[in-house]
């Protein structure tokens, strides 16, 4: 038993899975899986045979999700992708998304850009950039300060974060209250298109109040 450790198991069944399998002429192949189910009669759970064609719990074969890989390093589309396989988009993005490992960057550049951004299901991330190069330094699930902080002192030695001079971010309030911990030596940069909208929406009111003060509506 792989809970308690008891060698004798008993039969108890077969579970028929359904799973999606390659072929030699690419068209959509499915085969019917019958896993032999074991009770153990010292803890009394019951566990499935396993094989390597397919992960538990899974309907989409091993070698498919392989393919899909080497397909999108192709940089071939999603619906591309879910066509050749014979799988619906849907599935091709979640196998995607539970393979891609993003690695950080292994130095940080001395000047950095924060952001977010909406992902998946109206969820936001952060984002880190190089304010130089644009390239991508770290993207990280959600926003948190406390995800954000972790990060970078998981990753990055104190000497390595004293390098970065300046960090590029909008007026996002909570971020300035972890860059000097996270920091030490980086001044915060407010990015200039948002103080060109803030200036602007300022202007917008002013304007609005002039015209309302004035009694021809033409």
Known sequence: CPLCGFEALHPNGFYTAHVRVLNGVEMPTVIDLHKQRWRCHNCYPTVSAKTPLVQPNHTIAAHMT???????????PVKTIAR??????????????????????????????????????????????????????????DRFNRTIKNFFIAHYSLAERTRVQTVTMDMNAAYQTIIHEVFPKAQVVIDRFHIIQLAARALDQVRVQALKQLDDKH
């Open 66 to 76: 392989e393919r899909i890989m080497k397909l999108a390093h192709e940089r071939l």
């Open 84 to 141: 050749i396989i014979g799988i619906s988009a849907s599935s091709v993005q979640r196998i995607i998304d539970q393979n891609l490992k993003l690695r950080p960057a292994r130095r940080l550049p001395t000047r950095l850009c924060f952001d977010e951004f909406r992902s998946t299901h109206g969820m936001m991330s952060f984002i880190c950039l190089d304010a130089d190069s644009h390239h991508l330094i770290a993207l990280l699930g």
